[in-house]
């Protein structure tokens, strides 16, 4: 089974931001680790910027293990055109960055 980091970086809407922390946390998380191949997912708060330019003060990774990552992006797609996923107009959609990644070697430990 192959494995991949869908990465998020974004940012509430100004005044928003309990409700974007609580979509966020308690239902945008769930929706997408649902779909097949989804496994975990974690947020974090930006402590330091140490380079570049993005604007972002949040970053979700999720964990997914699936043999054809298209069919999970798939299922994303297809949820998100029929409603399924609940949507907030507390994230700053303009700002929204999103990847896909595949693990590349191993992982390093001490």
Do not use: C
């Not at 509430?12 to 191949?37: R, T």
């Not at 997914?64 to 299922?75: H, K």
């Not at 994303?76 to 409603?83: H, I, N, R, T, Y």
């Amino acid at each position: 089974m192959a494995k991949f980091k869908l990465v998020a970086l974004s940012t509430p809407v100004a005044g928003k931001e309990e409700e974007f922390h609580d979509w966020y946390q308690n239902k945008h998380l769930p929706e997408i680790i649902s779909m097949p191949g989804g496994v975990g997912a974690q947020r974090y708060k930006l402590v330091a910027k140490l380079m570049g330019s993005d604007t972002n003060q949040y970053l979700a990774i999720y964990d997914i293990e699936i043999d054809d990552p298209m069919q999970f992006l798939g299922a994303v797609g297809k949820a998100s055109a029929e409603g399924k996923l609940t949507q907030t107009e507390a994230n700053d959609m303009g700002t929204v960055y999103t990847a896909l990644f595949s693990e590349l070697g191993e992982r390093v430990g001490a």
